[in-house]
């Protein structure tokens, strides 16, 4: 390997600045309730545009001047071509959804009910029966894009991505801290505001229960990684990151989010499960699938059993049936093109029952709802670049020496996401979907050696 290939050992000074806005701007997202307000996303995406902008500058100067590799490093595009293509193709299709020009037989038949009703012949239409939502979700889509291509670009120095990870661990149980102290002493605000929900449950600055849980049960990955790992300064500070365990899982347990906690245990035992079979090969595994299934039991029959929590869970599953049956009804009938990105709320407005008392402007299940925005080619091309790149996490968890590594994290994280996914919409909450990004492209950057070839450009 030459020198100009050869991975620095650590971040330069500029990169170092960078690197760290990035993290500090991904955590601080989630104090302006879970950036779920255009102001606090708007604000996001900014910074990330121009965090972005410096390192393409910085990169490009760099490289011209002979010194790019030293300055700056770089991870070649080819490493993930397949899932960059198949992203920006999702992309391209949200920005197109919106553009009057497509043929007016795609054009939402909406547009040309509205037309009737406003006796406009010649309404503009598109695709997307919302064009303004559809913006904001492009935004949105491409800010968590530059996060991952960011992270993924500043992970390659392993100093650097574990920092990163023990501040998602010390942030996260910070805000789980400050979660417990306003539930348990009847304060119930969220920052300066008086709660107005979910009065009594542990959020943290989110507003809802179940995107707190995603998100502190990504650090409450973090942290349980950083306790299990082999390295002497993290076996000094073990004692703090099961403090921070026990914060996080008191948050979680108190957030009262069933769907929740179970998808955070699924991506626990992802973790433990990498872990164990690094360490102690298939006969580890076996004994690990024992302890689950003993804890599985108790579990399920809290969340499912009679009381409180069970009734809670009956009623919920049964709004969600009814959500579910229109999303589904919606793909059928615009299979291809799709009703355009955040339009799910008014696609499925005219299929709601007359008795029905709640009124959801989600799917609570993010794969259908891509699926009903975005169709299915553009929606499964967009799950498809994540599978693709969690894949590959796999295998740097599989193979790359360091155990628990940042792949094996990023991994369970992933299996967090995505279980939760099925039943509620955390990943459509700002400041979970862009920690979810940040951690991705750590994981991935972190899935090849240095002994492994050439991958910087």
Same mark, same amino acid.
């Given at each position: 390997?030459?020198?100009?290939?050869?991975?620095? =050992?650590?971040? =330069?000074?500029?990169?170092?600045?960078?690197?760290?806005?990035?993290?500090?701007?991904?955590?601080?997202?989630?104090?302006?309730?879970?950036?779920?307000?255009?102001?606090?996303?708007?604000?996001?995406?900014?910074?990330?545009?121009?965090?972005?902008?410096?390192?393409?500058?910085?990169?490009f100067?760099?490289?011209?001047a002979?010194?790019?590799?030293?300055?700056?490093?770089?991870?070649?595009?080819?490493?993930?071509?397949?899932p960059?293509?198949?992203?920006?193709?999702?992309?391209?299709?949200?920005?197109?959804?919106l553009?009057?020009?497509?043929?007016?037989?795609?054009?939402?038949?909406?547009?040309?009910?509205?037309?009737?009703?406003?006796?406009?012949?010649?309404?503009?239409?598109?695709?997307?029966?919302?064009?303004?939502?559809?913006?904001?979700?492009?935004?949105?889509?491409?800010?968590?894009?530059?996060?991952?291509?960011?992270?993924?670009?500043f992970?390659?120095?392993?100093?650097?991505?574990?920092?990163?990870?023990?501040?998602?661990?010390?942030?996260?149980?910070?805000?789980?801290?400050?979660?417990?102290?306003?539930?348990?002493?009847?304060?119930?605000?969220?920052?300066?505001?008086?709660?107005?929900?979910?009065?009594?449950?542990?959020?943290?600055?989110?507003?809802?229960?179940?995107?707190?849980?995603?998100?502190?049960?990504?650090?409450?990955?973090?942290?349980?990684?950083?306790?299990?790992?082999?390295?002497?300064?993290?076996?000094?500070?073990?004692?703090?990151?099961?403090?921070?365990?026990?914060?996080?899982?008191?948050?979680?347990?108190?957030?009262?989010?069933r769907?929740?906690?179970?998808?955070?245990?699924?991506?626990?035992?992802?973790?433990?499960?990498?872990?164990?079979?690094?360490?102690?090969?298939?006969?580890?595994?076996?004994?690990?699938?024992?302890?689950?299934?003993?804890?599985?039991?108790?579990?399920?029959?809290?969340?499912?059993g009679?009381?409180?929590?069970?009734?809670?869970?009956?009623?919920?599953?049964?709004?969600?049936?009814?959500?579910?049956?229109?999303?589904?009804?919606?793909?059928?009938?615009?299979?291809?093109?799709?009703?355009?990105?955040?339009?799910?709320?008014?696609?499925?407005?005219?299929?709601?029952?007359?008795?029905?008392?709640?009124?959801?402007?989600?799917?609570?299940?993010?794969?259908?709802?891509?699926?009903?925005?975005l169709?299915?080619?553009?929606?499964?091309?967009?799950?498809?670049?994540?599978?693709?790149?969690?894949?590959?996490?796999?295998?740097?968890?599989?193979?790359?020496?360091?155990?628990?590594?940042?792949?094996?994290?990023?991994?369970?994280?992933?299996?967090t996401?995505?279980?939760?996914?099925?039943?509620?919409?955390?990943?459509?909450?700002?400041?979970?979907?862009?920690?979810?990004?940040?951690?991705?492209?750590?994981?991935?950057?972190?899935?090849?050696?240095?002994?492994?070839?050439?991958?910087?450009?």
């Amino acid at each position: 390997m030459s020198d100009t290939e050869r991975l620095p =050992p650590s971040l =330069p000074r500029l990169a170092q600045l960078v690197a760290g806005a990035l993290v500090a701007l991904v955590l601080l997202a989630a104090l302006p309730l879970g950036g779920a307000r255009p102001w606090a996303w708007h604000g996001l995406l900014a910074g990330v545009a121009l965090l972005a902008l410096v390192w393409a500058a910085a990169s490009f100067f760099g490289t011209r001047a002979n010194v790019g590799a030293r300055l700056w490093p770089l991870v070649a595009p080819w490493r993930i071509g397949l899932p960059l293509l198949l992203y920006s193709l999702a992309l391209a299709w949200a920005l197109l959804q919106l553009w009057p020009g497509m043929p007016a037989a795609w054009h939402h038949p909406e547009w040309t009910a509205a037309a009737a009703v406003l006796g406009q012949e010649n309404l503009p239409g598109s695709i997307s029966l919302t064009p303004g939502t559809g913006m904001d979700g492009f935004a949105k889509l491409l800010g968590y894009g530059l996060i991952f291509l960011l992270a993924l670009q500043f992970g390659r120095s392993s100093r650097f991505a574990w920092a990163a990870l023990r501040a998602v661990a010390g942030f996260t149980a910070l805000l789980a801290l400050y979660g417990l102290v306003n539930a348990l002493s009847g304060a119930e605000r969220i920052g300066w505001l008086e709660k107005w929900a979910y009065r009594g449950m542990v959020t943290g600055s989110f507003v809802n229960p179940n995107h707190f849980a995603t998100w502190a049960g990504f650090g409450l990955i973090a942290a349980l990684a950083l306790m299990l790992r082999d390295d002497p300064g993290e076996r000094r500070l073990r004692p703090f990151w099961l403090a921070l365990l026990v914060i996080l899982l008191a948050g979680l347990a108190l957030s009262f989010s069933r769907a929740g906690m179970a998808a955070v245990a699924l991506g626990v035992l992802t973790l433990l499960a990498g872990v164990v079979l690094r360490r102690h090969g298939w006969s580890g595994i076996g004994r690990l699938g024992v302890v689950a299934a003993a804890l599985a039991l108790p579990a399920l029959f809290l969340l499912t059993g009679e009381g409180d929590m069970g009734e809670r869970a009956a009623g919920a599953l049964g709004h969600r049936g009814q959500i579910y049956a229109m999303a589904l009804e919606l793909i059928a009938e615009r299979p291809w093109l799709g009703s355009g990105l955040g339009s799910f709320s008014d696609a499925s407005a005219k299929l709601r029952p007359i008795g029905m008392v709640l009124i959801w402007g989600e799917a609570h299940n993010v794969y259908l709802e891509l699926m009903v925005d975005l169709g299915l080619p553009a929606a499964l091309s967009l799950l498809l670049a994540q599978a693709l790149l969690l894949w590959r996490c796999l295998e740097g968890a599989l193979h790359r020496q360091s155990v628990p590594g940042l792949s094996l994290v990023a991994l369970a994280a992933g299996v967090t996401a995505a279980a939760h996914s099925l039943l509620d919409f955390s990943l459509q909450i700002p400041a979970v979907a862009a920690l979810w990004a940040l951690l991705l492209g750590l994981g991935v950057a972190q899935s090849w050696s240095a002994r492994q070839g050439r991958y910087l450009a």
